[in-house]
DNA sequence: TATAATAGTGAATAGCGATTCACTATTCTA
DNA sequence: TAGAATAGTGAATCGCTATTCACTATTATA
């Protein structure tokens, strides 16, 4: 049966969560026109009425990432008043979005992402710096305010922050049910704050 | 030309190798049985001889990267007889390790590892949790010697010590030349000792 | 409502990559 | 040194996947 004919800004939007979800449940490479092309309803062809090649996708996926993820350093800002608080908040988020799906990470640590095009690599560059100074910035106010130490380097206290998310993926990827993301940031967190808070 | 005729041994080693030095420079994807014959100097279906699949291929990487990552933890019990001098040890070696190639974490890393067959995930399983238990091991020898604080939980910490390595893999792979890992390294130690030792 | 624009279909193509196989050359060994 | 193993070769196959295209159905618009 014949798919209903729908609005090009839709069904790309359908497209980029079906792949999603494939990417999520089965990795980047196992990513196939084909597949989203079912996901969606449609037949494989009609697919590049809507994006003009596989790559466009990828393409369009790391811009949902990208959203995603500052989105949350955004909503830190708003919700939460001093450095500690803002840093707890965003990785509290980054853990619930592995949760809610592992694509986030697949893609990232994913070489069919940065082995495409040099666009995508810079693209894929270019987020992951806008994290990591978003997160230093936070980390600068915090040494202005007085409740992170003045010795830490923000830039490598970033990545250390990172550090409490990348494994927690890679484990849940690994170890599947059985590991805890909540008992990881209870532990995790209280350690992070000893070896970059001042002591009062 | 015909390439000499050798023994069975020796080409398993010179597949691997070449495999690895691909994985490295191009990502498991990349990996393709033409692509390793060319480098290693056969015909693709010579390779046949040695190994029955690519499947095989990669296992027995897998195998190589297992006895790479818990040598270095063996170096370290040896050579070192403090806690936290061995984990300190353990960095160094990783942090040098991701220098000399960068397969290690595009492997560990790469979905298309570990959606083989389910003997490979378990396989990486193992090598994940026989490196973090030994990590934690060490950790808990340091809360005994009391050099490491009797608050922390090792299991997290030991994903935490992870975070200061697959961060650093990332980033290496991304913001290739630019990424400095001695100054990594030096910025992230004294923070991961602040956040894990007695203070005296 | 006529018609232009838009979206969907199915068949065909093209290339790549893993694997098989019959055959040949080389090495080992009895 | 003869013959059995062993390793290498090149051609062929097979399946998978992205992409194209001519055609059709549907929607929007003038």
């Known amino acids: 049966m014949r798919a209903k004919k729908t609005n090009t800004e839709i069904r790309k939007e359908q497209i980029l969560l079906a792949a999603l979800k494939i990417i999520g449940l089965q990795g980047v490479n196992a990513l196939s026109i084909v597949g989203v092309a079912e996901k969606v309803g449609i037949v494989p062809s009609a697919l590049y009425r809507h994006f003009s090649s596989k790559e466009e996708i990828l393409d369009g996926i790391l811009d949902l990432m990208r959203e995603k ?93 990172l550090g409490m998310i990348l494994p927690a993926a890679v484990l849940v990827n690994v170890q599947a049910p059985f590991f805890n993301l909540e008992s990881h940031a209870a532990n995790v967190w209280p350690a992070f704050v000893r070896s970059i808070a001042v002591i009062n």
């Open 69 to 161: 993820v500052l989105k949350n350093v955004q909503q830190a800002r708003l919700k939460k008043h001093n450095a500690l608080a803002r840093l707890e908040f965003i990785m509290m988020r980054h853990l619930a979005l592995l949760k809610e799906s592992r694509a986030l990470p697949l893609i990232l640590l994913s070489d069919a992402m940065y082995l495409g095009t040099s666009a995508r690599l810079s693209k894929i560059q270019e987020i992951l710096e806008s994290y990591l100074s978003a997160l230093s910035a936070i980390l600068k106010e915090g040494m202005e305010e007085g409740s992170i130490r003045a010795d830490i380097v923000p830039e490598s206290t970033a990545i250390m922050f």
